[in-house]
């Protein structure tokens, strides 16, 4: 009974030195958080908070289209109009699955700044977007029930 006994202690040590091996192996995922904010011309504003995943080592972070995403862990934008007032929130990336199917994001991890095209918020009937190009021109946008996309806002500079 006793070799029984001290068999069962042994391998009990044993699987305990396995699994406390086996969680310092473990790598933990190192997220960054980032917010940004946009203000166009007649006052509408666009405020985003988005994270990613540090451990890639990513200069530039390169997002489009819907599905799985190479960096980014979450996006979330919100259209606030003149008055400050909310006038949707859109969670375009969430669990690293881009749900828009023309959502485009592009961030420089270095200078900590939008870069390139974007295109985020809404698609459908009676929501709200942002598109255009960082350096140049992005526009607000809303689509109306006509299907026609309505120029709200224009940001020139970020």
Do not use: C, W
């Amino acid at each position: 009974m006793l070799d029984f006994k001290h068999l069962f202690t042994s391998l009990l040590a044993v699987i305990a030195i396995a699994l406390a091996s086996g969680l310092m192996l473990i790598t933990p995922v190192v997220a960054a958080t980032q917010s940004f904010q946009l203000t166009g011309t007649t006052g509408y504003s666009v405020q985003g908070t988005f994270s990613y995943d540090e451990t890639k080592n990513s200069t530039i972070i390169s997002e489009q289209g819907q599905g799985k995403t190479s960096v980014l862990d979450s996006l979330v934008v919100t259209f606030y109009s003149p008055s400050g007032q909310p006038i949707r929130t859109y969670e375009n990336v969430a669990d690293s699955i881009a749900k828009g199917k023309y959502f485009e994001f592009n961030f420089d991890t270095i200078n900590q700044k939008l870069l390139g095209n974007i295109d985020l918020g809404g698609e459908f009937i009676g929501e709200t977007y942002l598109k255009g190009k960082v350096d140049k021109k992005l526009s607000l946008f809303q689509v109306e029930e006509s299907g026609n996309e309505l120029v709200i806002d224009q940001i020139s500079k970020y």
